[in-house]
């Protein structure tokens, strides 16, 4: 019996003396999104691997404006975050020292129009109120090089800021004749009959640049291996996202995420993903520096941010490394 309660008073000790130093080998990382789509492969990801990360400890943080997520970015409230890719060169070439490692998805906007307006075309968004998520955002750079299409450009319409979630309120109001932004509020805006889809983004620019994921450089420096372990993770999660979404109608994604991650009913993230299938895509997260040139000359063009050493931005080591 003396021996047996030995036993059980050595492997307590060695409970509370290993425990703690495991847990400390975890490194922390606070990550920012919004609540759209683009975002999913961050909610995937810690909804599938959280419990097996051996390195790292995602902790989301859930944003309802871009303003309040680059104010969390600067503060270092949060360590990384999921953002509009112009408006994360902006931060960087203000001096933020962040660096981008992933992509968070490609395409997946729209122009979304209201029911009952006279517009078919980008000559017919002339004079027309246009709500953007953010001034230096890719909707913002792709809304301009849609306008060139018609010889217009962006001080040809009234483009007005409206955090995502408040656009289809703002067109039930008539504050704006059409809006810009991520899904599924454009998806959801037309089953409602609010609105009607006037042009995907993809249909703009293939395949294009839009939300992307940074991190502050220090985190980098001082915890590479739970970057990569995140990262890897972030590429499984998207793969998984687009074989949901061609195999099984993107149900077990919704599923997962609705209510959980996200105030979206499950229909709508199906609607979001599946209308049409090609919408959005998270397959392919490799950071290259000529998709991003691509984005950084719109939002030059549009007059959002200026030229970016791309090289110093972009670090595509942790994807390169991944399994």
């Known amino acids: ?33 919004l609540p759209i789509l683009d975002h999913l492969a961050l909610l995937v990801s810690h909804a599938n691997d959280r419990c097996s990360f051996q390195y790292v400890e995602i902790e989301p943080k859930m944003f309802k404006a871009w303003g309040e997520m680059v104010g969390a970015l600067k503060a270092g409230i949060i360590d990384a975050a999921f953002i509009l890719s112009p408006l994360a060169m902006d931060l960087f070439n203000q001096g933020l020292e962040v660096k981008t490692i992933l992509l968070a998805h490609r395409d997946g906007s729209a122009i979304t129009i209201k029911t009952g307006k006279h517009i078919h075309s980008a000559a017919d968004l002339k004079n027309k109120a246009i709500a953007i998520p953010a001034r230096k955002a890719t909707h913002t750079a792709l809304l301009d090089h849609y306008l060139t299409s018609a010889g217009l450009s962006l001080k040809d319409v009234q483009t007005k800021v409206i955090a995502p979630p408040n656009m289809i309120k703002a067109m039930l109001l008539g504050r704006i004749d059409a809006f810009i932004v991520a899904e599924p509020f454009g998806a959801k805006a037309q089953h409602n009959g609010v609105g009607k889809i006037l042009v995907l983004t993809k249909d703009i620019i293939k395949n294009h640049v839009e939300c992307i994921v940074v991190i502050h450089q220090r985190m980098i420096k001082e915890h590479p291996e739970a970057i990569q372990e995140w990262v890897d993770s972030l590429i499984r999660a998207g793969k998984w996202i687009d074989q949901d979404k061609l195999e099984n109608g993107s149900k077990a994604v919704a599923h997962l995420t609705s209510k959980t991650y996200y105030p979206h009913s499950e229909a709508n993230i199906i609607r979001g993903l599946q209308n049409p299938i090609d919408r959005i895509s998270f397959s392919d997260l490799k950071p290259v520096q000529s998709d991003f040139q691509a984005i950084v000359d719109i939002s030059v063009q549009a007059g959002i941010i200026e030229p970016v050493n791309l090289e110093a931005f972009i670090d595509d080591s942790f994807y390169l490394n991944s399994q």
């Open 1 to 33: 019996m003396k021996t047996f309660v030995k036993l059980f008073l050595i492997i307590i000790i060695l409970a509370f003396s290993i425990g703690p130093s495991i847990a400390l080998t975890r490194t922390h990382l606070k990550v920012g999104y």
